[in-house]
């Protein structure tokens, strides 16, 4: 029975309710929408991600869910400890985060249906600006305090079902979340000004269709391509409309060689279109990864990913590359599953880079 | 407990000891701006409002010579003040006997002790402050003018004392005339002393049942400008009679009367005043403030709603223009604004509460524009929308300064200080707004 790994899950799920249900963020999404969210499961990403297109447990594709022989609820979690140098002024970071949730299982008729939560954008950030401003003819030595915390969250219903080597699915999104920010300016004389704390909070709203296949070919092979589409992205303060912005077309393409049953590669690309979501400063993307699986009680995951993002100033997209490798563990007959994952990242651009290390954790349990 | 139990119980303690670290964050990353920073940060704007004083006036007579808290005591020539009160009556006979026999005695003064306090006693800007006690007739009241007091002040004081002489004792006290110091306040410059008035120089009249009205000349090395403290401020002169009973020609000391009547009888001022020859204070199409009695200027603000609703306050300054005094004083003054609680021009109520603005103090007429901080004021008309965005603009005689608030008195001062209004197209009051404007979050 699954209850030796509830006391997991359950603190797991304490530490969701603390931190918020978001992605890694980075300095390079605060000029733009934020910062995407990835899709994937921690087993998915200790192969940079590389099997997600394939893994049930992750949310990347629609088809993937129907390798969900049995209801199945998976929750993901992550610490990041991140450094940014920029221009020689250095900063250190921790965040925390559980990007996703997902519950899923078969329906009927070989239809597997699953429904779950993940971070699309991340846009939380904390700058301390300290500067002068010209007032009544004299320079005024202020600090400004900027943060905002929240993000956009994909609300996920999607869809699968084999047909002999095929596997189509095929999903429906809502974008949701808020984001309260918080801008604080304070004067050194403050006996001739007072300080300033401006706060709002960011309502959102979008919406999305999703579609994917999976082919097996023969026995070793498999070849996955998705599609997703998002409607604009509507932000609202106090129900009134302060922003639309164009959401990316996202399609990508996978391959999985399992030569041996104890041993499997990948490979995928994905595209996704977000130089329209913002101004000069929003790129479209390509993001690439491979990784590889060996063993099955307790397996090695490896694999590296790279690409680039989609915010970021100085006309040039940001770049990112990570190396990732985990294990897991099947617990109580299959019922219940624990992946750990480490990531390095590293992220360059317009004079900031920006170094990770991630730990995730993914819990699964299948009652 | 097995080895497998403990082993499923590090797993589960693990995972919560990393929960519990996944409740800690510190998102805060180098910042660079615009580069690195939210788009449509805190941005400050100033402002000159121009027009943002409209319908404004000047009304006279709110606080008069006989209300104000303080007396003033002015020797500078053209300003000229004289501090006036009349005491009140006292029992002029006592009991000789309690019992069936009802003779009384009529008390006999020896001295009289008068407590008065010298505010405003500036002794480096004075030196030899020097009172000049003058006795006057008891029928003084609110009509009493300078001119009508003339022939009283023109004749011998009962005394004259020199404030500083006797400040500077270090024992307080002159055994020779009997005045003592009873506080010394160098910081306030206050002195609050009793004088030993005897024979002749208590002044007493029996006819008039103890009343004893006196005025008061201050002179010194330099024409001073002081004042004296007023009944309002429960600072009033107040005369103390020492007295015997006469007993069929036998003084008695009335401890010693089977009714033990006290030593000595106080007298507090029924009445207090002060007389100037300083000119009338007449209105014009200029703001006027100060005077006796106190004149005052309503301002009324017009702050565009755009600015009181959407925007964050950070300072607000009232300029004024000065155009000239109506009466010009050695003393230092300072403006004062109050808000009202309701609009009623000349009748408005005054809020009473520590939200009050103040402008640096000066004397005379300031060589520059004035201006006052308001940032207070404007930041509760912002959040109360409801609150009169009207003030009332008063000259007030600088008593003290502390670290934060300056205090000082209405009517305390015969100056008075025109002020460009808004009838003056170049010179109109203004105010100088710096403000942040409501941040457009959300839009990257």
Known sequence: ?367 | MSGRDLRRGAVVLAVGGLAALACFENPTSPAQCPTFCPVGGLETVESLLSTAIERDSSFAGYVQAHQAPVLIASSVPGVQSRPIWVSLPIDTRFRIDTGTDTTTGPIVVDSMKLTVTVLRADTAAVHNLRLSFYQLPVGIDTATTFAGLATAFAGTPLRTVNVDSLAALSSRRDTVTGDTVLALDSAHNRVALRLKFTGSQTGFSAADSGKLALGVIATGDNPPSIALGSVETGLGATAWWFYRVDSAGKLIRPDSLPLKAPDSLPAPPSFDSFVFDAPPVTLDSNLTVGGVPSIRSLLRFNLPRGLRDSTQIIRATLQLVPAGAAVTTTDSVFLRVKRLLADLGAKSPVVVDTLVASSPPFAGVPSDTVRIEMTTLFRLWQADTNAVTAVYLSLLRLDRVDSIHLSGDEAGTLAALRLFSSRSSAFRPSVRLTYVPRVKFGAP
């Open chain 1, 1 to 367: 029975m699954t209850y030796r790994i509830l006391p997991g899950l359950a603190a797991l799920l304490a530490g969701a309710a603390a931190a918020s249900l978001q992605g890694q963020d980075s300095p390079f999404g605060i000029n733009g929408l934020g910062t995407p969210g990835r899709f994937e499961s921690a087993r998915a990403r200790a192969t940079g991600g590389a099997f997600a297109a394939f893994d049930p447990l992750s949310a990347l594709t629609d088809a993937s869910i129907a390798g969900l022989g049995r209801l199945t609820a998976i929750a993901t979690g992550t610490t990041s400890y991140l450094s940014d140098d920029l221009g020689g002024a250095s900063a250190s970071r921790r965040a925390s985060r559980f990007p996703l949730f997902q519950v899923g299982g078969p329906a009927w008729s070989r239809v597997v249906l699953a429904a779950g939560v993940s971070t699309y954008l991340d846009r939380t950030f904390h700058v301390e600006i300290e500067d002068t401003v010209t007032l009544a003819g004299s320079r005024q030595a202020i600090t400004d305090n900027l943060s905002g915390d929240g993000g956009v969250t994909d609300i996920r219903v999607v869809a699968a079902r084999r047909f002999g080597r095929l596997t189509l699915g095929a999903g429906l999104h809502l974008l949701s979340g808020s984001t309260r920010f918080q801008f604080v300016r304070n004067f050194t004389d403050t006996s001739s000004y007072g300080d300033v704390a401006q706060t709002g909070e960011v309502a959102y709203r979008g919406s999305g269709g999703s579609a994917s296949a999976i082919l097996t070919v023969g026995r070793q092979l498999e070849l996955a391509g998705f599609w997703r589409i998002d409607s604009r992205l509507r932000s609202e303060e106090n129900g009134e409309k302060v922003a639309t912005n164009d959401l990316p077309t996202t399609y990508g393409g996978a391959i999985r060689w399992r030569p041996a049953p104890e041993a499997a590669v990948a490979a995928s690309v994905t595209y996704r279109g977000w130089a329209s979501a913002a101004d000069s400063n929003a790129y479209n993307t390509t993001g690439w990864s491979a990784g590889a699986e060996f063993g099955r009680t307790v397996p090695l995951r490896v694999g590296v990913r790279g690409g680039t993002l989609p915010f970021g100033p100085g006309g040039r997209a940001p770049r990112e590359t990570a190396f990732a490798a985990g294990t897991g563990r099947v617990f109580a007959g299959g019922r219940g599953i624990i992946d750990v994952t480490v990531e390095r990242l590293r992220r360059t651009g317009a004079g900031l880079t920006e170094t990770a290390w991630t730990v995730l954790f993914g819990v699964a349990v299948r009652p």
